[in-house]
């Protein structure tokens, strides 16, 4: 008899009851030849199972926001973390039942807030002198959750390979990442795929294959703690070596878990002859896949389909924003075909996170390591002596990014040998957050944080003035044209070509103008060093950050240029250290307006 698998627990409830009716009622039991010629049960011709995914939750466990201290707040009444996505977990296993469901992340999970810093930094999971590191949340969430498997990430790598391979030894699950290679002998450093088998009473098992894949930037991104050590291929190359390898295994459904959007573009050029975001080309060039669980992008995609140019097939993607927001319920329909199972339909959608409470056992598990961060971002590190706020730090230059640009020169400036020394030295840096605001007052490491929310390092690197002049250009294209005459709306300025706050630079110790009524590629004016304009030829030490510097955003120049100056350093520790040695924070120390908005030479604002 086919059971259903949606009322499977129903079924099993019906079935003792009416056994039990059947018993007291008196009938009389077979004999065993009676048994003997009764015919066994016919298997099910048909099942159905659910995968769910996760992405990019940058270790938000609670539905907390770490920089402002309160509960997590966006125009869109979103929620976030794992102890909500948790709620949605048990309420898809209760439907459907614990047998007929998986779970699997797509990447991005030990980085990305405070609590994230505090257990990679503060109290490292690796251990500090020589005593054993504490357990990171991240990993105690999801054992309690019953992961599958998860893919690497590139935020994976950001505390270097020991504290990944750390957080790796916590988890009950695989980390995937069959194109993370060791550099040395090109074979896989991680777990490339998962076959997880699923029970069918009087079937074959099902057997589902998760190959899990990471972004290819991480070479860029995190050169410093990977170079020599790991190398990186593309995601479509790769498929093509392991999809038909689990289906010769007898994998029924292959599954794929990409730490690469679906948009086939990359923010890095052709700094890498790989493909940033191919989760599309992966469903569109490798022949047997069912679907992808998409990460990296930070983007809500409920259901793609992707038709496969060799099969013809259709794969569905799907990727659920970030954060714990939301969660992809991938359901497959399965049929038994001459003893083998084949796939008939695949549908996904995402559930909003914002709909449930969070799960009572992972807020168990997890408050006490919750209220120690919390109590470490308010630790006060000093005061300020006006309110310096980020808001408009996207179209006008505000003392709050002139705050980053002084550390960065004054931490450079220690590092550089005599000869780099008598160089120029400038800084770049752009505004990662909008809602960023140190008060006035006193200042705590949440403040600062709340400003700089990347763990990234410093570098000073060598740029020519021409090589400046094409540098800020390209920042400039985070603007859209306006011509003269034209009010600029602030809300509609921004963010062009997909330009993101977090890609565009701004520069301290040149002045310019930025003319937006011009087109790309001719807007930087009077650009000029302590008064003078800027020669061709001249040498700059430029202060920037690591992602950047190893060609982050695409940016050129940046990443072939010559290295005057490397820390491990965090700009953000910097930023609290420079705070707590003053004691005081004082725009007068640092403030200068040296870049401003025109339209044909008239200031916007």
């Not at 498997?149 to 916590?170: D, K, M, P, S, V």
């Not at 990662?432 to 763990?455: E, K, N, Q, W």
Request: charge should be negative; include cysteine.
């Amino acid at each position: 008899m086919h059971v259903p698998p949606l009322n499977r627990r129903e079924f099993v409830k019906k079935s003792a009851v009416t056994g039990a009716a059947v018993a007291v009622a008196g009938t009389v039991a077979a004999t065993p030849a009676q048994a003997a010629h009764r015919k066994p049960p016919k298997p099910p011709r048909t099942w159905s199972f659910s995968i769910l995914g996760t992405t990019d939750l940058h270790s938000h466990v609670f539905d907390w926001d770490y920089y402002t201290d309160a509960a997590y707040q966006d125009s869109k009444g979103n929620s976030v973390g794992v102890a909500r996505v948790a709620t949605l977990v048990k309420q898809q296993r209760a439907a459907k039942g614990e047998d007929h469901v998986l779970l699997v992340d797509a990447g991005d999970i030990i980085q990305g807030t405070s609590l994230a810093y505090y257990y990679a930094r503060v109290d490292p999971i690796v251990g500090t002198g020589g005593k054993r590191g504490p357990k990171h949340p991240m990993a105690i969430a999801m054992n309690a959750m019953r992961y599958d498997a998860a893919a690497l990430g590139n935020h994976e790598f950001n505390y270097g390979i020991e504290t990944l391979r750390r957080f790796e030894e916590q988890c009950h699950f695989p980390l995937l990442g069959a194109n993370a290679l060791d550099a040395k002998t090109l074979r896989p450093a991680f777990q490339p795929y998962t076959v997880k088998r699923l029970r069918v009473p009087g079937a074959p098992d099902i057997k589902v294959g998760i190959l899990g894949l990471t972004n290819p930037g991480i070479a860029l991104w995190d050169k410093d703690n990977v170079a020599g050590k790991m190398a990186f291929t593309g995601l479509v190359e790769q498929a093509k070596k392991y999809v038909p390898r689990m289906r010769a295994l007898g994998c029924d459904v292959v599954f794929l878990t990409d730490h690469s959007g679906l948009d086939g573009s990359s923010s890095y050029g052709d700094e890498l002859p790989y493909v940033e975001n191919a989760s599309n080309l992966v469903a569109q060039q490798v022949p047997g896949i069912d679907a992808i669980l998409v990460g990296h992008t930070h983007t809500e995609v409920s259901s793609y389909t992707v038709t496969n140019t060799e099969t013809g097939k259709d794969v569905v993607l799907s990727e659920p924003y970030c954060y714990g927001m939301r969660l992809t319920v991938f359901d497959f329909e399965l049929e038994l075909v001459h003893g083998q199972w084949k796939v008939t339909s695949t549908k996904a959608q995402t559930l909003n996170s914002n709909t449930v409470e969070e799960d009572a056992e992972i807020t168990g598990l997890l408050t006490a390591d919750h209220d120690l961060v919390v109590k470490y971002v308010n630790t006060p590190v000093g005061t300020c002596t006006a309110d310096l706020s980020a808001a408009e730090a996207c179209w006008k230059d505000v003392p709050v990014m002139d705050f980053i640009h002084q550390v960065q020169m004054a931490a450079v400036a220690t590092g550089l040998s005599t000869a780099d020394a008598a160089l120029p030295l400038i800084s770049v840096a752009a505004p990662f957050s909008r809602t960023a605001d140190i008060p006035r007052g006193d200042v705590t490491i949440r403040d600062v944080a709340g400003l700089y929310i990347y763990d990234n390092t410093l570098y000073g690197k060598k740029l020519t003035g021409a090589q400046l002049k094409d540098y800020l250009e390209y920042a400039a294209k985070y603007y859209h044209q306006v011509p003269s005459g034209t009010k600029v709306d602030t809300a509609t300025l921004t963010n062009a070509n997909s330009f993101w706050d977090y890609m565009y630079d701004t520069a301290a110790g040149v002045s310019y103008d930025i003319d937006i009524a011009q087109p790309e590629g001719s807007r930087i004016k009077n650009l000029s060093y302590a008064g003078t304009p800027v020669a061709d030829g001249q040498v700059f030490v430029v202060a920037v950050n690591n992602y950047r510097a190893n060609g982050g955003s695409g940016y050129p120049h940046i990443a072939a240029a010559d290295i005057a100056y490397s820390s491990t350093n965090e700009i953000r520790q910097l930023m609290i250290d420079y705070v707590t040695d003053k004691g005081s924070l004082d725009p007068a120390d640092f403030a200068a307006a040296n870049w401003r908005l025109t339209q044909n030479g008239t200031p916007v604002f």
